[in-house]
Nanobody
Framework: QVQLVESGGGLVQAGGSLRLSCAAS????????MGWFRQAPGKEREFVAAIDWTGGSTYYGDSVKGRFTISRDNTKNTMHLQMNSLKPEDTAIYYC???????????????????WGQGTQVTASS
């Protein structure tokens, strides 16, 4: 059974930083592309960042490029999202997700991801 658990969310002032973590209970974690999405109240789920199974290729949404960094540690079955220079518009629930197919390049569409965590709240106050 696949389980993804996010942690590290919280309240921070605008301009501050947070580091999110995703702990994965998934066989062959190192074979799955992974991603982060977020959803603010009243808005659709938005792509934030993705990383391929090796960690060698990363992808970012335009709104976070240059501020957020995605990474993974395949020896610990974990993924991280370092968020710097946070803005009030970054406020949302952040979700960790795993692509549904082994060795598939992670994309920007939520429907490409088969496994999801429960989410962690990030609030950046102005």
């Amino acid at each position: 059974q696949v389980q993804l658990v996010e942690s590290g969310g919280g309240l921070v002032q605008a301009g501050g930083s947070l580091r999110l973590s995703c702990a994965a209970s998934i066989r062959a974690f190192s074979s799955y592309g992974m991603g982060w999405f977020r959803q603010a109240p009243g808005k659709e789920r938005e792509f934030v960042a993705a990383i391929d199974w090796t960690g060698g290729s990363t992808y970012y949404g335009d709104s976070v490029k240059g501020r957020f960094t995605i990474s993974r540690d395949n020896t610990k079955n974990t993924m991280h999202l370092q968020m710097n220079s946070l803005k009030p518009e970054d406020t949302a629930i952040y979700y960790c997700a795993a692509v549904g197919k082994l060795f598939a390049t992670p994309g920007r569409g939520a429907d490409e991801y088969a496994y999801w965590g429960q989410g962690t709240q990030v609030t950046a106050s102005s």
